[in-house]
């Protein structure tokens, strides 16, 4: 199956930035119909529901929440089988645990990385 691993999570303060990445990995068979899928980030802070973030699409159509637009980009580099989220001027409510996902039936979650931003 296929695997995702997600890195550049970590703490800043507000207005700061990270980028976070999302690599996918696994059998030839999976990794050959990755880039016919499509991405998408979501975040948990602790006590709310899983909210998503940012999608892209398989034509690169991009999506975001009102409350990151204008801030965070999604990307995707399918030489690489990799998403990133580029976040910039950071807020403290942008405080969660971010997870990347890949398809649908089916699904792959990346582990989730933490981002903290301080006031």
């Known amino acids: 199956q296929v695997q995702l691993v997600e890195s550049g999570g970590g703490l800043v303060q507000a207005g700061g930035s990270l980028r976070l990445s999302c690599a996918a990995s696994g059998s030839i068979f999976s990794i050959f119909s990755i880039n016919n899928k499509g991405w998408a980030w979501y975040r948990q802070a602790p006590g709310k529901q899983r909210e998503l973030v940012a999608t892209?699409?398989?034509?690169?159509?991009?999506n975001y929440a009102d409350s990151v637009k204008g801030r965070f980009t999604i990307s995707r580099d399918n030489a690489k089988n990799t998403v990133y989220l580029q976040m910039l001027s950071l807020k403290p409510e942008d405080t969660a645990v971010y997870y990347c996902k890949l398809g649908t039936r089916p699904e792959y979650w990346g582990q989730g990385t933490q981002v903290t931003v301080s006031s």
């Open positions: 892209s699409t398989t034509g690169s159509t991009t």
